[in-house]
Structure formats: C-alpha cells, structure tokens
T-cell receptor
Framework: DTAVSQTPKYLVTQMGNDKSIKCEQN?????MYWYKQDSKKFLKIMFS???????INETVPNRFSPKSPDKAHLNLHINSLELGDSAVYFC???????????FGEGSWLTVV | TQLLEQSPQFLSIQEGENLTVYCNSS?????LQWYRQEPGEGPVLLVT?????EVKKLKRLTFQFGDARKDSSLHITAAQPGDTGLYLC????????????FGQGTELSVKP
C-alpha cells in the first residue's frame, strides 16, 4: 500500500484555469505538508497542517488554498494558474516536530 | 538566505570511486535527515541523525552529524550506478517545530 498518495501525477493546463491536487496518507500521522520543487530541484515548504489545522503558511500567494477535511487528507487547490506555478508539488506527512517526513510521488504541474 | 548549504551541487564519478557530500549551516538543528530522490519520484528518507557527533552506516553509506549539530556529511564508498540520484539534506530549524527545510541538493551521477 502506498503510504502517501497524491493525484494526479501529471497535470497540463492553461493559464487562468483552476486545478486541484489531492493527497491522502495512511501512516496515521497528525501532520501533513505541501512542498514545491522548482526547476532547480529546490524543495520549499508551502503549507503544513496538524490535525486539520493550518500551522505553517510560507508566504504562498492566496491563489493557493489548502484544505484538510480530516487528518489523513490534505488537498491543494490553485486558482488562476500562472506560468510560474509550473513545478512539482509534493505532499508529505510526518510528526509535528518535522523531524522525519514521508513524501508522495509528486504531481508534475505544467501551465501553458 | 539558504539555511542549509549543500556541496557539491553536481558530482559525476566513475563506478568504484568514493565521494562525500556536505551539508552545512550556521544554525543549530535538533536533527538532520538525508533523503534520496530518483527521477520521477518523491524523496525517500535514508537516515536521521540526532546526536552531535553521531555516525550512522547504511551499507556503503556513512552519515555523520557534526558535534555542534550545525553540519552533516554523507560518504559513499565504492559508488555504484544504482547510487545515482539527487541527495538532499533537511532538518527542522531549532525552535521552529513543524517545519523541515531542505538544502539545494546534490545531483550524483555514477557512470559504469
């Protein structure tokens, strides 16, 4: 069974569209994260939720809205997509301390 | 400001060679993790080091945490083509729980 699963894996969309990426974890962790990996492979945290509550919001444009219906799910909705949003988005889960987290396989977003 | 500096950023070696990757910071970390990411996949945790001076071994990989908990190194002995990938160090900054920050990564290519 996949511990952290996210869908879709690949997404190609036009500028201005709205899209969502879904994430689910079956590890029983309380904390979930969204990370963005840019073209230079740098991983940067976007959000973290602990038990459905937003804990970290790293100055991400408000076009990005995470939603956590329960502690096993953290979805990412992006409004009015821009070219610069093209990246790989990783969902992850782990303990609140952030010591060790487990990543999903990534969602490759291309905005054209 | 990059809190975790990894070096080198790119490394191309022949099978059988040894190599060391460094992860340095001016800040103290409660722990440091090393991840390996293969193309098209998410980062996979290799090891977590917690105690200053700690050394952990994973087959041909040796991980060390600096005495002051500000740096870490990854040494690979007799590298093999299967070691090819992106190596990332990461850690939760001291007193910033719930957040894991990453170094820029080291892209390793081991040629047969």
């Amino acid at each position: 069974d996949t511990a952290v699963s996210q869908t879709p894996k690949y997404l190609v969309t036009q500028m201005g569209n709205d899209k969502s990426i879904k994430c689910e974890q079956n590890l029983g962790h309380d904390t979930m994260y969204w990370y963005k990996q840019d073209s230079k492979k740098f991983l940067k945290i976007m959000f973290s939720y602990n038990n459905k509550e937003l804990i970290i919001n790293e100055t991400v444009p408000n076009r990005f809205s995470p939603k956590s219906p329960d502690k096993a799910h953290l979805n990412l909705h992006i409004n009015s997509l821009e070219l610069g949003d093209s990246a790989v988005y990783f969902c992850a889960s782990g303990g609140y301390s952030g010591n060790t987290i487990y990543f999903g396989e990534g969602s490759w977003l291309t905005v054209v | 400001t990059q809190l975790l500096e990894q070096s080198p950023q790119f490394l191309s070696i022949q099978e059988g060679e040894n190599l060391t990757v460094y992860c340095n910071s001016s800040s103290v970390f409660s722990s440091l993790q090393w991840y390996r990411q293969e193309p098209g996949e998410g980062p996979v945790l290799l090891v977590t080091v917690v105690t200053g001076g700690e050394v952990k071994k994973l087959k041909r990989l040796t991980f060390q945490f600096g005495d002051a908990r500000k740096d870490s190194s990854l040494h690979i002995t007799a590298a093999q083509p299967g070691d090819t990938g992106l190596y990332l160090c990461a850690g939760p900054p001291y007193n910033q729980g719930g957040k894991l920050i990453f170094g820029q990564g080291t892209e390793l290519s081991v040629k047969p």
